[in-house]
């Protein structure tokens, strides 16, 4: 169904903090052209917090018809509402999507059985494919490898987002959970070995900045070329930890902005701007990637 690359998208803003469809068309040609394997848009990374409903539908729909069924479009649909997550996915299905990536809800740090309720009650407001999303250092829980397999049962609950970093939380995950559920990377530095221990694929900050590199990584790994898989990873490392030094996405917009990817760095408060003593920082990330001279 899905795998391999998939980017978590980010959202190129104008000076104003309006949203830049001009640029958004032209990174979304960048990776059709690159051999991303899918998009992810309305997540984390797109900044999809400060971005209204109406604004969200808006750029998924433009998205979706631009991509025109060549790779899949999963919206992000995540609330710490329940009932907020389960109309945001009523609203959303209405597009021409192919699934949903659901992040756990974040600040009211429910048990398991509220993350299995809330997941359950989101997954039945479609009938397209729904993939979980664990990022405890987000959101302030962790979904348990026991609460995934009990929600692998729900017909339409295909698999999940994994970004805790942990090799072993994966072989958990392989363990409770049925063998044709999907299991992606949601941690750049660790997805090689995610995927040689098994995993599906990466949903990938660092796409955004090295589309056609990451392809081939996962391409790669999950055709069992291991050798040339860690090459090619080595020269990525340093963008996979440096495009962290500040939240997610500060640091890759400036890297696209730097690039010449996208006009703007621009972020809707309360991120702000990459701090000039990261600059070199990144900088040198880029130019260990050969994405910059």
């Not at 949903?100 to 048990?111: E, G, W």
Request: negative net charge.
């Amino acid at each position: 169904m899905f795998s391999g690359c998939f980017v978590a998208l980010v959202t190129p803003m104008l000076p104003d903090g309006e949203i830049d469809y001009k640029g958004l068309e032209q990174l979304v040609d960048l990776h059709l052209q690159h051999g991303t394997d899918g998009l992810v848009i309305m997540g984390t990374t797109a900044e999809a917090a400060t971005i209204s409903l109406s604004e969200q539908s808006d750029v998924i729909a433009r998205v979706a018809g631009q991509v025109s069924g060549q790779i899949p479009v999963l919206a992000g649909n995540g609330s710490n509402a329940t009932a907020e997550g389960v109309a945001r996915t009523r609203e959303l299905d209405k597009l021409a999507i192919d699934g949903f990536l659901t992040v756990t809800p974040f600040y009211n740090k429910p048990m398991q059985k509220g993350m299995l309720a809330h997941y359950q009650q989101v997954a039945a407001a479609t009938q397209k494919p729904v993939l979980l999303y664990n990022v405890p250092g987000r959101t302030g829980v962790d979904l348990l490898p026991e609460t995934v397999a009990e929600l692998a049962m729900t017909d339409n609950i295909v698999g999940i987002k994994e970004a805790t970093g942990s090799l072993t939380r994966l072989s958990d995950l392989q363990r409770c959970c049925p063998g044709d559920f999907l299991l992606f990377s949601g941690d750049d530095a660790s997805g090689l070995n995610f995927m040689r221990a098994g995993g599906h694929g990466v949903i990938s900050v660092t796409a955004n900045v090295a589309p056609a590199q990451m392809s081939r990584l996962c391409k790669l790994a999950l055709s069992g070329h291991f050798a040339e898989a860690e090459q090619l990873d080595q020269s990525l490392q340093g963008l996979h930890h440096q495009l962290f030094i500040e939240s997610n996405p500060i640091p890759v917009k400036w890297a696209l902005q730097r690039m010449g990817v996208m006009t703007s760095d621009f972020m809707r408060l309360p991120l702000t701007q990459l701090e000039p003593i990261h600059h070199q920082i990144i900088e040198q990330a880029l130019q260990q990637a050969g994405l910059v001279a």
